[in-house]
């Protein structure tokens, strides 16, 4: 297992513009999160699945994103009619059981640009 | 609301100084508290972490002591290399378990 994988790793797009972003976690982890982390700041909490069940979404996550886990492996994240201000990396995590003491294990997260 | 609220960096030492990057934070209940690092053009990697008060956390040098009573959870290494220059973020998990909750992060940048 080579760990949380995400692409792209990068991608540039147009205002306006819908993007889609693919995560694979680590096998066998049911936990899945997705996080964005703007530059110098920590990452902040989108949204989480719980194998295909989309449990949580933060108000960061506004209506032109959408989040899918269809079979409990991979997820995407689309961003439809993108803005500038959507620029950030976008990280995704995964864990393996929902205990308070599991750490999240990350990947090198996709670095969207919107010119 | 559950936050966690870090050193302002960037911290800038020379080989072998003593680092200490501040970290508190505020919850309800008793979460799991995180140190994780992010080298350049890599992702967040667990450091260490510490589960209950009174519990220190240590990896490759590194520790910190969760202190219920400081709320504090603070990251400390007794000699640093240029191979630590990264950016560190304090993070905790709450008690619902459900996401984590990171702190701005602390760039570090260790000279020879």
């Known amino acids: 297992d080579t760990g949380v994988s995400q692409n792209p790793r990068h991608k540039i797009t147009k205002r306006g513009q819908n993007v889609t972003f693919r995560c694979d976690p680590i096998s066998e982890h049911n936990r899945l999160y997705w996080y964005r982390q703007t530059l110098g700041q920590g990452p902040e909490f989108l949204t989480y699945f719980q194998n295909e069940a989309q449990l949580e979404k933060s108000r960061l996550l506004s209506d032109r994103f959408s989040a899918e886990r269809p079979k409990g492996s991979f997820s995407t994240l689309e961003i439809q009619r993108t803005e500038q201000g959507d620029s950030a990396m976008y990280l995704c995590?995964?864990?393996?059981?929902?205990?308070?003491?599991?750490?999240?294990?990350f990947g090198q997260g996709t670095r969207l640009t919107v010119v | 609301g559950d936050s966690v609220t870090q050193m302002e960096g960037p911290v800038t030492l020379s080989e072998e100084a003593f680092l200490t990057i501040n970290c508190t934070y505020t919850a309800t209940g008793y979460p799991s508290l995180f140190w994780y690092v992010q080298y350049p053009g890599e992702g967040l990697q667990l450091l260490l972490k510490?589960?209950?008060?009174?519990d220190k956390g240590s990896n490759k040098g590194f520790e910190a002591t969760y202190r219920k009573e400081t709320t504090s959870f603070h990251l400390e290494k007794g000699s640093v290399q240029v191979s630590d220059s990264a950016v560190y973020f304090c993070?905790?998990?709450?008690?619902?378990?459900?996401?984590?909750?990171f702190g701005a992060g602390t760039r570090l940048t260790v000279k020879p």
């Open positions: 510490a589960t209950k008060a009174d």
């Open positions: 993070a905790l998990r709450l008690s619902n378990n459900n996401d984590m909750r």
């Open positions: 995590a995964s864990s393996p059981s929902p205990t308070r003491n599991t750490e999240a294990f």
